[in-house]
Nanobody
Framework: QVQFVESGGGLVQPGGSLRLSCAAS????????MGWYRQAPAKQRELVAR???????NYADSVKGRFIISRENTKNMVYLQMNSLQAEDTAVYYC?????????WGQGTQVTVSS
């Protein structure tokens, strides 16, 4: 199973930026579609951005134009650049395959947007 370790979260003011990183074990992610998911309190986990093995990207409407997903296959890394952050972006962020498979979820990284 692939394991994921997310990092880069924190407390940021509205309008600020953060860059999340996801380190994955196993080179299979180099050809797999990867995604960033988030789960806010009392809400279901949602997919906010995805990137194919060839680099094609897709975003949820709520983050389109503000978030940028990227990957570095040689390092088994996936990133999420988050700009113009809003309070509604507060959540725990996770990376995983798209679609989700049996690999375990990482611990996630908390993003809190607050003044």
């Amino acid at each position: 199973q692939v394991q994921f370790v997310e990092s880069g979260g924190g407390l940021v003011q509205p309008g600020g930026s953060l860059r999340l990183s996801c380190a994955a074990s196993g080179s299979i992610i180099n050809i797999a579609t990867m995604g960033w998911y988030r789960q806010a309190p009392a809400k279901q986990r949602e997919l906010v951005a995805r990137i194919t093995g060839r680099g094609a990207t897709n975003y949820a409407d709520s983050v389109k134009g503000r978030f940028i997903i990227s990957r570095e296959n040689t390092k088994n890394m996936v990133y999420l650049q988050m700009n113009s952050l809003q309070a509604e972006d507060t959540a725990v962020y996770y990376c995983h395959f798209v679609p989700i498979n049996r690999s375990s979820w990482g611990q996630g990284t908390q993003v809190t947007v607050s003044s």
